[in-house]
């Protein structure tokens, strides 16, 4: 091909997802892969996206102002301290680019989502990166050590993926008071309705403390809309008036701005509550039976578990034969299963108790 493509491509990863059924086993198993909602949304909200279908002929509101002022509502914000794209991904491409130029830094932990290192680079800057803190969380002092003068961003996955571990807002305050003041702090907060570390909107303080924190949120996990790509922003008016004028025109559809507002109505609110409520429960009964058999995990705050083990292949392939369908990860080694409902964490527990648990390596020993 003669057409010369941007030099940054060469160095970006291939984002691979969450494997599906379709791909990698029969329809019928269960796909615990992506972190995703395990149910299908609430009647109310399929009716709006079907009655905003009959809408298709015209554009979308281009700057959501229905869905921002409900955010804005929800959290006790000016409705100029919201802004909407499709997915938390596009805000965090958004953020990059109004704050760095051509080989700026953007400093984060790893391991942690593996789409960071896309954002920051398509968005034209460098990603730096320290190590998580031998406990799997984000290493504050390792953060504020690494900043240099050309560091633009520090990106905060928090609880972070793929190992669930969670910072309080005092220690998110504590990094950013050792950050220079210039430097943007983005907190993604993809998976914090599942904490129960502190009170569900704890980090929103640091909004009023800070002018250069930006906190992103997703309806696609507690709310179960992963298939409609909304993603939200909270940060200083001065912010958000600098992300929309990146972001791409009409880029949150009639339907799933629909989508949002229906989940944002106390019917619906009611039901997706108690769905996390449950996976919470969840979570913590299948964290009980690795414990009780032996198997070591990563005590999680979001809706699914990391299983480090010797071969993530291998426990992927125990899962994909008793239809279960997980991620393998290499860093941490192991396993990552997403949250469902109960008989299915049961039967990912009876595989990783069976193969890996304390009383099978005695058994094996035995023989």
Partial sequence: MAVRLREALASIPVYRP???????????AAKLSSNESPWEPPAPV???????????????????????????????????????????????????????????????????????????????????????GADWRYDVAALQAAVTDRTRMVLVCNPNNPTGTFLTTDELRELVRGLPDDVLVVIDEAYHEFECVEPQDASLGLLKEFDNVMILRTFSKAFGLAGMRIGYCLADSELVDAINKTIVEFSVSTPAQAAGLACLTP????????????????????????????????????NFVMVPLPSSMEAFDLLKDAGIIARPFDDPEGIRVSVGTAEQMDRVAEVLVGAYGTKSAAAGAAE
């Fill in 267 to 302: 019917e619906v609110g009611k039901v997706l509550d108690e769905r996390t409520q449950t996976i919470i429960r969840n979570r913590e009964a299948f964290e009980d039976r690795l414990r009780d058999g032996g198997v070591g995990f990563i005590p999680s705050s979001s």
């Fill in 46 to 132: 399929v009716e709006a996206v079907a009655k905003a279908a009959a809408t298709l002929n015209r554009y979308p509101d281009f700057y959501e102002v229905d869905l921002c002022e409900r955010l804005a509502e929800r959290y006790g914000l000016d409705a100029g301290q919201v802004s909407v794209d499709n997915g938390s991904g596009s805000l965090l491409q958004d953020a990059v680019r109004i704050v760095c130029d051509q080989g700026d830094e953007v400093l984060y932990c790893t391991p942690t989502f593996a789409a960071y290192e896309i954002d920051v680079v398509l968005a034209g800057a460098k990603p730096k990166t320290v190590p998580l």
């Fill in 18 to 28: 969450g494997e599906t059924p379709d791909e990698c086993g029969p329809a019928s």
